[in-house]
């Protein structure tokens, strides 16, 4: 039984780039969904896409690596976690390494960066942080 589905995408990303895999599967989820376009959005991955038949269905990440094979994504953390919920308001979200990572924010208006919700004014579930 897997108590934190987010952690465990967060695992399998990591561990991914670090053996510069390009593709990725892990179960689907609409969070999961979410953190996907987030990340598409922001340059982190090429691509995502929903694999597979209704019950078992997967999310297929296409990760993104530089032109001389540098990792995109260097450093993946979980914030928050189900033992302790870290939430944000809006005004209290700092940039992360001054602009160049991102933090994930889980808001009633569904999963963001740190920068939309600065923008929409919106605060919530910080979720990870990334560079």
């Not at 038949?53 to 990792?71: A, D, I, T």
């Not at 009633?108 to 990870?128: I, M, N, P, T």
């Amino acid at each position: 039984m897997m108590t934190d589905p987010i952690a465990d995408m967060l695992t399998r990303i990591r561990n991914a780039v670090r053996v510069e895999h390009t593709t990725l599967e892990l179960p689907l989820s609409k969070v999961k969904k979410g953190m996907a376009e987030v990340l598409k959005r922001e340059g982190y991955i090429w691509d995502f896409e929903e694999v597979g038949e209704e019950p078992l269905r997967q999310l297929r990440l296409h990760l993104k690596y530089g032109p001389n094979g540098e990792r995109v994504i260097r450093f993946i953390k979980r914030v928050s976690s189900p033992g302790r919920r870290v939430y944000s308001a809006s005004r209290d979200l700092k940039p992360v390494l001054n602009g160049q990572g991102i933090k994930i924010i889980s808001t009633s208006r569904g999963v963001v960066s740190d920068r939309e919700a600065r923008q929409r004014k919106l605060g919530g579930e910080v979720l990870c942080e990334l560079y």
